[in-house]
């Protein structure tokens, strides 16, 4: 049974960084891609960044200037990091990882709120 | 970017109707098409994948068709369990995109 258990601080101020980890349970840590995907309060869903097995990294060019993602596979761990956020970066943030079956099978951490606030 | 426009944003059915969702993308995108479920308070999760392909464990009654840049979402038979939000996501082109939403109540 594959989890994902991510934590992270979840009240921010303007300017500070945001950095959530995301530690993969029950599988092993190769072959697979890493995402983190976020959702605003009511609204829909936004990729942020992805990492493939190969260390190949792509990123939403509307956020790259701000993210950072890391791998750490001995800890089978990975992480985000979103610097000088501010009130529209409060959202659900999500990690997330796809295997490279013909189906691809994904599976998801359980979300953490971060909120943006003076 | 590819956008990704899902219509309709909302609908509301009964236990037992059919139910269809369309996502049409921007620009061609083949058949590199997902489709995801999620819940209130929970994290979205795959259905679909390559426009058609279920997912490992997904229940029949869920199905894809579409290529190009016209693709749909269909539920068989609702049950109380896929009362939920719809979402399509585009991966053929970086960076990935998901539709709106479309968020399925029970009329």
């Known amino acids: 049974q594959v989890q994902l258990q991510q934590w992270g601080a979840g009240l921010l101020k303007p300017s500070e960084t945001l950095s959530l980890t995301c530690t993969v349970y029950g599988r092993s840590f190769s072959g697979f891609y890493w995402s983190w995907v976020r959702q605003s309060p009511g609204k829909g869903l936004e990729w942020i960044v992805e990492?493939?097995?190969?260390?190949?990294?792509r990123y939403n060019p509307s956020l790259q200037s701000r993210v950072t993602i890391s791998l750490d596979t001995s800890k089978t761990q990975f992480s985000l990091w979103l610097s000088s956020v501010t009130a529209a970066d409060t959202a659900v943030y999500y990690c997330?990882?796809?295997?490279?079956?013909?189906?691809?099978?994904?599976?998801w951490g359980q979300g953490t709120l971060v909120t943006v606030s003076s | 970017d590819i956008q990704m426009t899902q219509s309709p944003s909302s609908l509301s059915a009964s236990v037992g109707d059919r139910v269809t969702i369309t996502c049409r993308a921007s620009?061609?995108?083949?058949?590199?098409l997902a489709w995801f479920q999620q819940k209130p308070g929970k994290a979205p999760q795959a259905l679909i994948y390559?426009?058609?392909s279920l997912r490992s464990g997904v229940p029949s009654k869920f199905s894809g068709s579409g290529s190009g840049t016209d693709f749909t979402l269909t539920i068989s038979s609702l049950q109380p369990e896929d009362f939920a939000t719809y979402y399509c996501?585009?991966?053929?082109?970086?960076?990935?995109?998901f539709g709106g939403g479309t968020k399925v109540e029970l009329k």
């Open positions: 620009q061609g995108i083949s058949n590199d």
């Open positions: 997330a990882m796809v295997d490279t079956a013909m189906v691809p099978n994904d599976y």
């Open positions: 390559h426009a058609s």
């Open positions: 990492i493939s097995h190969s260390g190949s990294t």
């Open positions: 996501q585009q991966y053929n082109t970086y960076p990935l995109t």
